[in-house]
């Protein structure tokens, strides 16, 4: 039986088996065919007492005896269609969109239902509508029951594994896992926007919310804390610890004066951007160029197998398609109805939770309806069963190092709050996934080693719009003397969830940022480009060239650093000094100038606690920051900050645990880092290619490498 020693499964595989052991698993794997063959035989019978339009009978009555053979045999030419028809189905159809699958899987299920049954003539009846009930439930039931009896049984675990990866355990060669190094590899996975904080209350405790990971911190991993860089979000975390780089990333989404375009993180041409960018700073492909996959990303790290990764959804290169992607998903009918089971079933929770916060009068809280509650049981349900699913697949073939990231929980506490009960449960389901992809490093053709990460926490509190009646764009225009609009700009969500679930569905981009509008008064100034990362706002001013300093900005509208410094629910400026650099407004005339270190009156970025002033001075020397930065209030007791977006758990600037990420790692590996804390995610890509190097050799650092250091 394989050891768990310090996060690394080790343990030696006996190649042949006693031939009493070879006949005792024969027998089993026999037994389990039959039960599953039974169970779906019932399954038949209960649904043709059930539905008026499916019939085991003829015309003229049969015997129950007749109508049981007539239900065993209907599941069985059901059964041998779904082992050898089903598979050549989808890969005909690699060109539908992939969540157009999903549904298209339930009409050809009910074609091969509709097909074994007509194998009975005469007696096997049903409409074309109820044949797709009739399948579906026979493939859950049938798959429940292969599982159910799978628990105890290490060859038929391994098979129910390889099933959801959608790989065959025989047949083609593409399938069967490759031989490897026994070298150890590198499983790590991002648990997307789940804090310190959070983490350490899902795993303390009794009952723990996320068991799993209460265990393997108890024994086989360390836990630690990681600080973000002041663009707290997804683009920036993931593009340093994928590519080595993050320069130049000041936010979610930016504006280039040069271009005129807004960069988005979450959309595949401006991932594909930043990736090329990031390649071209650091000299390398990224963390997962050797041997590796990239799994849900919006960046691919390098990897040759990339799957549902937005930086290469509009353009492939030759052999970057995966076979554990969607496609690999679907292709056992039961994913696609027990996903689509789940699917409603959260649409159905997310309705129901949003009206029981109305209803109890829950604040803050953010509109819940129109495309959201399909967001986020894509998020929940479909993302996170496929990427699982794909990292299953990539363990059992034995792939030298995965990255994949889990974004459910992101998606829910943008608008349900990082704390609430909404977001606990998402917690739960999470813990299910880590627990599975343990199960199949036990079943890996080599040793592995789990690191679980985040890109960043999540801060709560009212949206800017929500507490002051107004919203950034408007203060904006306020200051600058400019009319404001009847109705402000909508800002889509700064969630990655959103991007996926367009390219899932072979949706268009949305285009890039509308040029700035134009007043309607002859010889007026061109609107300033107002936008939102969580509570970081950037305003640009198109008509100013460069990077426009304070006294450009003063010369043209006096009224604005002004109005925006002393609003009190902004916490701070960044604005560029012609004598002093980068320089930090507060309320009160407080300024911090960056470069000196000198501050006048009270220090603006003291509430923001350590590190604040070394993160704004990095972002301050970015090509791209934008003319003024801004920063919402932070609030030390409470915790709340406001987003500038329909956000009340939100992150992409500085105030509380949006910027406390943690760090999981296994025991047999070295420490994080030797003194500190780690900061910025361009540390952790090198403390994580420390321990890939690590893992290849087998000797592992004691000391381990230093952090940048914090201020």
């Given at each position: 039986m394989a050891e768990e020693r310090g996060g690394q499964r080790i343990g030696n595989r006996n190649g042949g088996g006693a031939a009493v052991g070879g006949w005792r698993n024969a027998g089993a794997a026999v037994l389990r065919v039959l039960a599953v063959w039974a169970v779906a035989t019932v399954t038949l019978i209960v649904l043709a007492l059930l539905l008026p339009d499916f019939h085991l009978q003829s015309a003229d009555g049969d015997s129950l005896t007749r109508v049981g053979l007539t239900a065993a045999l209907g599941a069985g030419f059901f059964g041998l269609l779904n082992a050898l028809v089903w598979p050549w189905l989808v890969r005909?159809?690699?060109?539908?969109?992939?969540?157009?699958?999903?549904?298209?899987?339930?009409?050809?299920?009910?074609?091969?239902?509709?097909?074994?049954?007509?194998?009975?003539?005469?007696?096997?009846?049903?409409?074309?509508?109820?044949?797709?009930?009739?399948?579906?439930?026979?493939?859950?039931?049938s798959s429940a029951t292969s599982a159910f009896l799978a628990v105890r049984d290490r060859g038929a675990a391994s098979r129910r594994l390889r099933r959801m990866a959608g790989l065959r355990s025989w047949g083609s060669r593409r399938s069967t896992p490759k031989p490897r190094s026994r070298a150890a590899g590198m499983v790590i996975l991002q648990l997307d926007g789940i804090g310190l904080g959070v983490l350490r209350g899902a795993i303390i405790g009794e009952r723990p919310v996320m068991p799993t990971?209460?265990?393997?911190?108890?024994?086989?991993?360390?836990?630690?804390?990681?600080?973000?860089?002041?663009?707290?979000?997804?683009?920036?975390?993931?593009?340093?610890?994928?590519?080595?780089?993050?320069?130049?990333?000041?936010?979610?989404?930016?504006?280039?004066k040069e271009t005129?375009?807004?960069?988005?993180?979450?959309?595949?041409?401006?991932?594909?951007?930043?990736?090329?960018?990031?390649?071209?700073?650091?000299?390398?492909?990224?963390?997962?160029?050797?041997?590796?996959?990239?799994?849900?990303?919006?960046?691919?790290?390098?990897?040759?197998?990339?799957?549902?990764?937005?930086?290469?959804?509009?353009?492939?290169?030759?052999?970057?398609?995966?076979?554990?992607?969607?496609?690999?998903?679907?292709?056992?009918?039961?994913?696609?109805?027990?996903?689509?089971?789940?699917?409603?079933?959260?649409?159905?929770?997310?309705?129901?939770?949003?009206?029981?916060?109305?209803?109890?009068?829950?604040?803050?809280?953010?509109s819940r309806g129109g495309l959201y509650p399909l967001i986020r049981a894509f998020a929940t349900v479909v993302q996170r069963d496929v990427v699982t699913a794909s990292v299953v697949g990539d363990i059992l073939n034995g792939r030298g190092v995965v990255y994949a990231d889990l974004v459910a929980y992101?998606?829910?506490?943008?608008?349900?709050?990082?704390?609430?009960?909404?977001?606990?449960?998402?917690?739960?389901?999470?813990?299910?996934?880590?627990?599975?992809?343990?199960?199949?490093?036990?079943?890996?053709?080599?040793?592995?080693?789990?690191?679980?990460?985040?890109?960043?926490?999540?801060?709560?509190?009212?949206?800017?719009?929500?507490?002051?009646?107004?919203?950034?764009?408007?203060?904006?225009?306020?200051?600058?003397?400019q009319p404001v609009p009847r109705m402000p700009r909508r800002e889509e969500s700064g969630a990655e969830a959103r991007g996926a679930a367009r390219v899932a569905l072979h949706r268009p981009e949305e285009p890039a940022e509308p040029p700035p509008r134009e007043r309607d008064e002859p010889g007026s100034d061109t609107a300033p480009v107002v936008l939102a990362s969580g509570n970081l706002g950037l305003v640009s001013f198109p008509d100013l060239p460069g990077r426009a300093d304070r006294q450009a900005i003063d010369g043209r509208y006096p009224a604005l650093l002004r109005t925006l410094a002393e609003h009190q629910g902004i916490g701070f400026l960044l604005v560029w000094d012609a004598l002093h650099g980068p320089v930090v407004l507060g309320a009160g005339e407080a300024e911090h100038r960056l470069a000196s270190g000198e501050i006048k009156g009270a220090d603006p970025l003291a509430p923001f606690g350590p590190g604040a002033a070394e993160a704004v001075r990095r972002t301050a020397g970015f090509r791209h920051c934008a003319d003024i930065m801004v920063n919402s209030a932070y609030d030390p007791v409470a915790g709340t900050v406001h987003a500038f977006e329909e956000q009340i758990g939100c992150h992409g600037g500085l105030g509380g645990a949006q910027s406390r990420a943690f760090l999981m790692s296994p025991h047999a590996l070295s420490p994080p880092a030797r003194d500190g804390e780690l900061v910025g995610a361009e540390a952790l890509h090198r403390v994580l290619r420390r321990w890939l190097d690590e893992a290849a050799t087998g000797r592992p650092d004691p000391a381990g490498a230093p952090a940048r250091a914090a201020s």
């Open positions: 005909a159809l690699l060109l539908v969109p992939a969540l157009a699958l999903g549904s298209l899987v339930f009409l050809l299920n009910g074609s091969l239902m509709l097909l074994a049954l007509s194998a009975v003539p005469g007696r096997g009846q049903a409409g074309a509508g109820t044949a797709v009930v009739v399948a579906a439930a026979t493939s859950v039931t990971l209460a265990g393997l911190c108890a024994h086989t991993h360390r836990l630690t804390g990681w600080r973000t860089d002041w663009s707290s979000q997804t683009g920036a975390s993931q593009l340093g610890i994928l590519h080595g780089s993050n320069e130049d990333v000041p936010a979610f989404r930016w504006y280039e005129g375009q807004v960069l988005v993180s979450n959309r595949p041409s401006s991932a594909a951007e930043l990736q090329r960018r990031a390649q071209a700073r650091s000299g390398s492909a990224g963390l997962l160029a050797e041997d590796g996959a990239s799994r849900g990303n919006l960046f691919t790290g390098g990897a040759g197998q990339a799957a549902l990764v937005l930086s290469v959804a509009a353009r492939r290169r030759a052999g970057q398609r995966s076979r554990a992607g969607y496609f690999a998903y679907f292709s056992d009918p039961a994913h696609a109805a027990r996903t689509a089971g789940s699917f409603v079933a959260e649409l159905v929770r997310e309705v129901g939770q949003s009206l029981r916060a109305r209803l109890a009068g829950v604040r803050p809280r953010v992101d998606e829910v506490a943008h608008h349900s709050g990082p704390h609430s009960r909404d977001t606990r449960q998402v917690l739960a389901r999470l813990d299910r996934c880590v627990e599975l992809i343990t199960q199949a490093v036990d079943h890996a053709p080599r040793p592995y080693h789990l690191v679980l990460l985040s890109d960043h926490g999540q801060s709560h509190g009212p949206t800017f719009a929500g507490a002051f009646g107004h919203g950034l764009e408007e203060l904006v225009r306020i200051g600058c003397g």
